[in-house]
C-alpha cells in the first residue's frame, strides 16, 4: 500500500471515529438530562421521554449508514476499486468528456440507490413512529425523480465547465472556476424561489386576513420591501413547522410553513417572522456568502493543486491524471480540509442567530419568540440539551436554551 493511500484510509477512519464519538457522546448526554428549568412548564415527562427515543432512533440510524458507508468506501479504496472503473469506462467510451460523465455518473447512480434504503427508512420509519411524517409514497417517489432531474441539469452544467476549465487552463483554473461557481451562486439565490422550490412545493398567496396585515404592517415597520408573503405546503411531507426568507430584489418574499399557521398564534408567527427579518437587516446573509467565498477560493486553489500531481491519481489505481480522477482526489481530501472552515462557519452563524433574536426583542417580540422557540423545540422532539461538543461541531443555531437565556 503508497503512502498516499495510507493517508486517505487514516483520514477517513479518523473521520468515521470522531464523527460517531461526538454523535454517541451528544446522546448519552441528552438520555442523562433533565428537563431544562425553561421547558418545565411546556413540556411533559411522556413528551419529555419521546424526544429522548426520537433522538436515539436517529442515532442507531445514522450509525448504521455511516458505518456502511463507511466499509464500503475503504474497502473500495483497498481493492483499488477507482482504478478498476477508470479501466471498466475507458473499454465503453473513447471520447474524454463522455468518460468523465460516464465515470461520475456510474459513482452518483451507485451511492444514490445505496443510500435509498436508509432514506426510506427515516422517512417510513423513524418519523412516521413519531408522527412527523405525512409524506406519502408517490409524493417520496417525485421528490427522488425531481432531484435526479435537477441534478442531473444543475450538477451536469458545474461539472462541464469543470471539466472544460480543469483541460484549458493550468495555473489560474482554480480562479476561473470559483468565479464561474460563486457566479452561479449568486444566480440560484434568484431563481431558486421562482423556478427550483415550485418543483417540490406548491406557494399560496397568505389569504387576506388580520394575520397578512400585521405581517405586512411588520415588514413596512422594518423597512422591508416584500414580492408577497406566501405559505407553503410543508405539511404535504412533515408537521414541523417553520418560516424563512426566500430571495433577492423584486424576488424577495416571506414563506410560512402551513404547519406554522396552524399550530401558531399569530403574535408567535410575528415574533418569529422578526426573527427573519433580522437576518435581513442585520446583512447576515451577504456576510455569509462573503465568507463562503472566501473559504471556497482558498478550497478550491488548494484542491487544483493537489488534483494535478499525478502520485496521488496513481496511487488510487488511475493510469494517469484525468479531470475525473483528479475531483476523485479532491472528494477523498475536501472533508479534512473543509474542516478548517467549518467551525468558524458554524460560529459565526450561531452568533447571527443571537443577533437576529437580539432584533426581534428590539421590535417588542421578545416574549412571543421565547415561547414559540419553546413550542418549536417541543413539537420537532428536539434535544434540549446538546453536549458542547456537538454544538461547537455542528451547530448552526444556538441550542435553544441558550438563546432563551439571551432572550431574557
Known sequence: MNNFLIV?????????????????????HWLASSVPLAFQDAIQEAEFKKAKAYSRDQFFLFFAEKTFFFILSISFLLIYGFGWLEYFIQTIFENP???????????????????????????????????FNRTTAKTFLLDIIKGVILSIFLGGLILYAY???????????????????????????????????????????????ELKRKIAELANRCGVDLAGIYTMDGSKRSSKANAFFTGFG???????????????????????????????????????????????????????????????????????????SALIVLVLLLPSVSALFSIPSSLLSRKHEYEADSYAVEHGFGKNLGEALVKLSVDSLSNLNPHPWKVFLDYSHPPVVYRLEKIK
Open 8 to 28: 486517505v484510509c487514516l483520514i477517513a477512519i479518523f473521520s468515521y471515529l470522531a464523527r460517531c464519538v461526538v454523535e454517541w457522546v451528544n446522546l448519552r
Open 97 to 131: 468528456l463522455w468518460q468523465f460523465y460516464g465515470y461520475l455518473g456510474i459513482l452518483f447512480f451507485v451511492t444514490s440507490i445505496l443510500g435509498l434504503p436508509f432514506s426510506i427508512y427515516s422517512t417510513f420509519v423513524v418519523e412516521e413512529k413519531y408522527g
Open 163 to 209: 471539466f472544460w476549465i480543469f483541460n484549458q487552463f493550468a495555473e489560474w483554473a482554480f480562479l476561473i472556476f470559483w468565479t464561474f461557481y460563486f457566479s452561479l451562486q449568486l444566480l440560484l439565490l434568484y431563481i431558486a424561489p421562482v423556478l427550483i422550490m415550485p418543483l417540490f412545493f406548491k406557494f399560496s398567496p397568505l389569504e387576506d386576513g
Open 250 to 324: 423584486k424576488t424577495k418574499k416571506i414563506v410560512l410553513f402551513d404547519t406554522l399557521v396552524e399550530k401558531f398564534s399569530e403574535e408567535e408567527v410575528l415574533a418569529v417572522l422578526s426573527h427573519e427579518i433580522g437576518h435581513y437587516k442585520r446583512k447576515h446573509i451577504i456576510k455569509t456568502l462573503f465568507l463562503s467565498s472566501i473559504s471556497s477560493l482558498v478550497i478550491f486553489y488548494l484542491a487544483f493543486w493537489v488534483m494535478r500531481e499525478p502520485l496521488f491519481s496513481a496511487s488510487l489505481g488511475f493510469q494517469s491524471v484525468s479531470a475525473y
